[in-house]
């Protein structure tokens, strides 16, 4: 099961950069918990201490993890970090937004793909392991949510790939989408893809090149 974090919430009042800016100076971080009510998106403005905020993100790392808010009125809900907005000079956090997740509901969340291992392709091949997914869409109960999917790369050649359908299995986690989306690629060497490129050139460039030859061979035939 994924790990779980705490984090405790304040109502807010007022929205704007005037009253976002009084927040920050006072150790609180703006944010909104957003969510589904009754078929509508229900928002509700909240505002997290930095301090605590700063440890939960630190606990969190690179892992996507549910996080179990406190409210105001005592009563708890269950939530995921969905973005977050950092300064660009200190890259302190601004904003936070969370979205609630209900405990027995299926949802679907953005989860960070790891790889272990030396693909052959580029250990013995001198291929390049390209990435082309950091991220992966997974649909699961909130109980199981995987901090994260670890794809073992250590048997792809040369020109082979990892799909999404090719993931590794996990009990009660699915992957939406395009089953034939490509993950990671091993692309072959630069020098294999220039010899590759130049071989249809060269062949389109042969019948311009015979052209004039041809011409005086008629010219001749003619005399």
């Known amino acids: 099961m994924n790990k779980q974090l705490k984090l405790t919430v304040k109502n807010r009042d007022g929205i704007g950069r005037g009253p976002a800016r009084r927040l920050r ?3 609180l971080i703006p944010g909104i918990i957003y969510g589904v009510k009754d078929g509508k998106v229900a928002t509700k403005s909240i505002s997290v201490d930095a301090v605590e905020l700063r440890t939960l993100m630190r606990a969190k790392g ?3 993890v549910l996080v179990e808010l406190a409210l105001e009125d005592g009563s708890v809900a269950l939530s995921l970090i969905r973005d977050y907005q950092r300064d660009p000079i200190s890259l302190g956090i601004v904003h936070l937004d969370l979205q609630s997740v209900d405990p027995v509901v299926e949802m679907t969340a953005l989860v960070p793909v790891r790889f272990s291992g030396e693909p052959v392709g580029v250990k013995i091949e001198n291929g390049t392991l ?5 991220e992966i869409a997974v649909r699961c109960l909130p109980k199981n949510l995987p901090g994260s999917i670890t794809v073992d790369v250590s048997g792809l050649h040369v020109n082979e790939s990892i799909h999404v359908g090719a993931l590794p299995k996990i009990e009660g986690v699915t992957y ?5 989306r490509a993950v990671v690629v091993c692309t072959a060497p630069e020098e294999e893809k ?3 490129a130049a071989t249809p050139a060269a062949a389109a460039a042969t019948p311009a090149a015979a052209a004039p030859a041809a011409a005086k061979k008629a010219d001749a035939a003619k005399k």
Do not use: F, V
């Not at 939406?176 to 034939?180: F, I, L, M, R």
């Open 25 to 27: 100076k006072s150790g």
């Open 176 to 180: 939406p989408g395009n089953q034939a």
């Open 62 to 64: 690179a892992e996507a």
């Open 130 to 134: 390209d990435i082309m997914l950091h």
């Open 194 to 196: 220039t010899d590759d």
